[in-house]
């Protein structure tokens, strides 16, 4: 028979002035099984503790049941009690007779009688309870970071500096991001690429990273602290030991008009290229879809012009496999394009462009070198005109969120070009102002007021070309809805910051969760802003939603502390509250035949397939077995098992069963 | 409905612990007062929750039955009470069929900052329980079921 010490407390008056804890002990004391059962003022004062383990030894108690406040309050408490008394830990309980009790209720019979109610069913579990033990995981101390723009390059850094490996891996042909096409950034307009150059160099030179640019995720299997992710290296065609990075390659290309991504289709690039000249690193790669000798099987000019033979045309996609114990996603954003809108011209008008494609036009190493033309004919713009919340905020676009980062960009473009077009004029159409951050209100100020730009509140309907003119139709709410035409020779429309193209599949491949827009998941909105769901899998930057620059940085740090905090451990312990798939004697091994409910329950991909096999090593049956790592304890699959194979330690229905019993068989 | 005052209904709550489980211990926090018919059973998710434990429930005794976790797509576990819900939907039917009288489940969710929603639920619950009356019915085909050996316990 069961041994339970049971405990009640007074929390000072907060129980015992509704609950007539003594009758409590004293009923509970006469119940089957119950060995001691006592009342005291403050059971989680060291007195308390003391007595619980006093008791433990005393008696020779196989299990504790302490009627206090919320086990989310003391659960820990009088856990530590017990193991500190040589008692397994998970052997005692809670019964919450305070926040489900004592406060929620007058002072009477039927308080008390409920009081004994929970502590009985909670005596009644605990005789079902086994004792567990913290399930200990080793670490792999090397994070794998994906993508390399500045979310990634600050984590990396960061990860790498508190002396961890960490393998960055860039989908590009250099780290970046979007970053590295801005031109200045708000609010203090510093040049972009003087502050993030140094950080990419950093990183290429930094002992602790290893850097996979050109290369994309393959595949991750495993969990925290034990990930296995394959790494697709994809063909440079160009040996990058040899390659000296020269560029005389792409002056000698013959393929010289591809629109450049970097900048955002404004300008062109070679077959073979680097995609801007502070590429990290700096060495080309050849674009196979537009290569002449890829297409065509004809031209190897590149090959002719390289001094040191660097050019491997049959190189192909090598995958590799590397062990990690954390991931850190950043793979960043992208921006709607123009033919995206309709309203404004499906994009086929050459003048009206997107934020990003203004900034290389104001970008100093931009395709205009900083001055801002016309991509239409070169003329510089006389008139201006941006539309904010292009896209973003707009239900009817599939877009109901702001994309956070527009009103500042727009206020710093029309800031820009009144410092570039001295006698420009520039409107900017917005629905809302949203300047909330350190000096950023200051700044929208100042290009309301210093830089003289014209701030219209209301939307614009539509825009359309007439005699190399745009004409602008749009309404200023502020002036009682009056219709606003303008003639400008330029649109820029802040298009919405969107979800990165592939980042979908991306989640899927990790089995991190993603919101309707799929950004990925954050695990809690407020307190967990960097963990996704997936243990060990973490979150930076504008993947989780569209954020600037500062923003994107705190949480890069962020998630490199999560990392380091991961690997500061060379074993994880985790509660055990996990599912087990039961295990039985020969001939039965186990009740599970493999109907595999529970893995399609699993949100954690913690169920594995298991052949149980004889002496003779011929397969029995095909059975489910948990991976403890992944497993968070959600015990969906115990509901979902058809031959009640599974049970979550814990939790398990023999527990609940009792328990149930227990309220309703007197 | 005529409210029966005599009667007290057994109430047996199934919640998960980080959403209703939270949102009950806030009630308390907030000092909100509710009727003691209900007891709760504490478990990790709503998606752990066998459905089966609500046909036992009504076996041994029980008047009602509450089932109550995070709203959709708060659920701790990502999906687990997206199951729950799946399930309940299914199962109510099938209750509903076989002639259980499903008026006594109360399904609901109950975030964790919703300590007056929890109150209102609890009291709401059981002033429906007593106008309804005790659940003998049930009780009755599951004594039946017992003693002709339909219902075996291991």
Request: hydrophobic share 35%; glycine share 8%.
């Amino acid at each position: 028979m069961s041994k339970i010490g049971v405990f009640i407390c007074h929390c000072g008056e907060n129980i015992s002035a509704t609950v007539d804890v003594e009758r409590v002990a004293r009923e509970i004391g006469g119940m089957e099984g119950v060995a001691h059962a006592i009342d005291y003022k403050y059971m989680c004062s060291d007195p308390g503790q003391t007595f619980i383990k006093e008791a433990v030894k005393k008696y020779g108690l196989d299990g504790v049941v302490v009627g206090a406040c919320s086990p989310r309050m003391h659960e820990p408490t009088f856990r530590r009690a017990c193991a500190e008394a040589g008692l397994n830990p998970y052997l005692c309980e809670m019964a919450n007779l305070r926040e489900h009790c004592s406060w929620v209720h007058e002072k009477s019979e039927e308080t008390t009688e409920k009081a004994i109610d929970l502590v009985k069913m909670l005596v009644e579990k605990v005789k079902k309870n086994k004792p567990l033990d913290s399930i200990k995981v080793p670490v792999t101390k090397k994070a794998l970071v994906i993508g390399g723009g500045i979310a990634g390059i600050q984590a990396s850094l960061d990860i790498a500096n508190t002396g961890h490996k960490v393998i960055l891996v860039e989908r590009d042909p250099s780290i970046g991001g979007h970053m590295s096409q801005l031109s200045e950034t708000f609010p203090t307009l510093d040049c972009s690429q003087c502050i993030l150059t140094p950080r990419m160099v950093e990183v290429a030179q930094h002992p602790n990273i290893k850097l996979y640019t050109y290369a994309e995720l393959e595949s991750l299997e495993g969990f925290i602290g034990n990930f296995k992710a394959k790494i697709r290296l994809k063909a440079k065609s160009v040996n990058y030991s040899t390659c000296t990075g020269c560029g005389a390659c792409i002056q000698k290309c013959p393929v010289k008009k591809i629109p450049s991504e970097f900048n955002a289709g404004l300008g062109t690039r070679t077959a073979i290229y680097v995609p801007f000249p502070q590429a990290v690193p700096n060495k080309p790669v050849i674009d196979r879809v537009n290569c002449n000798y890829y297409k065509r099987g004809a031209c190897k000019i590149c090959e002719k012009t390289c001094q040191v033979g660097s050019i491997e045309w049959d190189k192909e996609d090598e995958i590799i496999t590397e062990e990690v114990g954390a991931v850190v996603l950043a793979t960043g954003f992208d921006v709607k394009g123009t033919d995206f809108f309709p309203e404004y011209g499906y994009g086929q008008y050459k003048d009206v462009l997107t934020g990003l494609q203004f900034e290389r036009l104001a970008s100093a190493s931009g395709p205009t070198f900083g001055e801002i033309r016309r991509p239409s004919d070169g003329a510089v713009p006389k008139k201006i005109v941006f539309i904010a919340c292009a896209g973003s905020r707009d239900p009817a676009k599939g877009i109901p969120y702001c994309s956070k980062i527009c009103c500042m960009y727009t206020a710093k473009h029309a800031m820009l070009y009144q410092h570039k077009v001295h006698d420009g004029e520039s409107t900017v159409f917005y629905m809302d102002i949203r300047a909330g951050g350190k000096n950023y209100e200051e700044f929208v100020r100042r290009a309301i007021e210093e830089d003289t730009v014209n701030y219209v509140r209301g939307r614009v309907a539509r825009v359309y070309e007439k005699n190399g003119k745009l004409i602008v139709k749009g309404v200023d709410t502020l002036l009682g809805g009056e219709q606003v035409e303008i003639e400008a020779d330029m649109v820029v429309l802040a298009t919405a910051g969107v979800a990165n193209c592939g980042s979908e599949q991306l989640a899927q491949k990790l089995h991190v969760s993603y919101d309707p827009y799929h950004f990925f998941a954050e695990a809690h909105p407020k307190l967990k802003p960097v963990e996704t769901n997936t243990a060990g899998i973490y979150l930076a930057g504008a993947c989780q939603a569209p954020k600037d620059i500062p923003e994107t940085v705190g949480m890069a740090s962020g998630a490199a502390v999560k990392v380091a905090a991961l690997f500061s451990n060379d074993e994880l312990v985790r509660e055990p509250v996990v599912a087990v798939v039961n295990r039985l004697a020969p001939p039965l091994y186990s009740t599970c035949v493999g109907c595999f409910m529970c893995e399609t329950a699993c949100p954690y991909n913690a169920i594995e397939h298991e052949e149980i096999k004889g002496r003779d090593g011929s397969l029995i049956r095909n059975s489910a077995r948990v991976n403890q790592g992944l497993c968070q304890g959600c015990g969906t699959c115990v509901a979902f098992c058809r031959s009640k194979s599974i049970d979550i330690q814990g939790y398990t229905n023999e527990q609940v069963y009792a328990e149930v019993m227990s309220l309703l068989n007197d | 409905m005529s409210s029966n005052t005599d009667f007290e209904p057994k109430i047996i709550a199934f919640v998960c612990n980080w959403c209703t489980y939270a949102g009950a211990d806030l009630t308390g926090t907030s000092r909100l007062k509710y009727a003691t018919n209900v007891k709760i059973v504490r478990f990790p998710c709503t998606g752990r929750i066998d459905f089966l434990l609500l046909l036992k429930s009504f076996a041994q005794g029980a008047d009602g039955v509450i089932v109550s976790g995070c709203h959709p797509n708060d659920c701790h576990y990502t999906s687990g009470n997206f199951h729950a819900r799946r399930r309940w939907i299914a199962f109510r039917s099938v209750l509903d069929l076989m002639g259980v009288d499903i008026r006594r489940i109360q399904y609901s969710w109950v975030s964790a900052a919703e300590g007056s929603k929890w109150a209102d639920l609890v009291n709401n619950t059981v002033a429906d329980i007593r106008a309804l009356g005790p659940y003998a019915e049930y009780q009755k085909v599951a004594d039946y079921l017992e003693k002709e050996g339909y219902n075996e316990e291991a």
